[in-house]
Structures are given as C-alpha cells and as structure tokens.
C-alpha cells in the first residue's frame, strides 16, 4: 500500500514569505511603469524642442526665401548678371486679358 501524504495549511512563515514576495513583485512592477514613464516624458520633452527648433527654422528659412525673392533684391542682380532693364513706360505694352469664350454644346446623337 502506498502511503498517503498528508495535506497541510503552510506555516505561518512560508505565508509571511509569499506575502513579501508578492508585495516585492508589485512593487518592482511599479517602479519599472514608473521607469518607463520617465522615460517617455523625457523622450516627449525632447521631441517638443526639435519640433519647436524646427518651427523656429522654418519661419528663419520663409523669411530668407521672401527676402531673396523680393523685387529690390532681384532688380539689380537681373541688371548686372543678366544685362536687363526695367522699361520705361512709354515701351509698355499692356494686353487685356483674353475673356472666355462661350463653346456651343455639341449633340451627339
């Protein structure tokens, strides 16, 4: 015949040692949540100043285009590099604009 074990409540010290194991598990998982979200709002933080370094950039890079495509820059080097002129008024030539013709509507039959 085999020998029945017998089934025992745990002692009084293996269940104070499951209680602190679980209170070391749930308190490793909130420091590493915790880890993490610092992490986030450091990686967070940092993306918000390359996008406001790169806003900042951008109105520099609008203003230099609107700067260098501005008529008082454009003129003279139009004149110098490309031998042009700005012509007087009496070689102006103004053409009204074409209006818009009416096109009949075809039948297809």
Do not use: C, W, Y
Not at 71 to 84: C, G, H, K, S
């Amino acid at each position: 015949m085999a020998k029945r074990r017998r089934v025992t409540a745990p002692s009084g010290r293996s269940l104070i040692a499951m209680v602190l194991l679980g209170f070391v598990l749930v308190t490793t998982g909130v420091i590493a949540r915790r880890v993490k979200g610092v992490n986030q709002a450091r990686e967070i933080r940092e993306l918000r100043q390359k996008r406001d370094a790169l806003r900042a950039e951008r109105i520099r890079l609008d203003s230099a285009i609107r700067e260098a495509s501005s008529r008082a820059r454009i003129v003279p080097i139009a004149e110098q590099r490309l031998n042009m002129h700005i012509a007087p008024p009496d070689q102006q030539v103004f053409l009204p604009r074409p209006q818009p013709s009416v096109r009949p509507k075809h039948d297809s039959l």
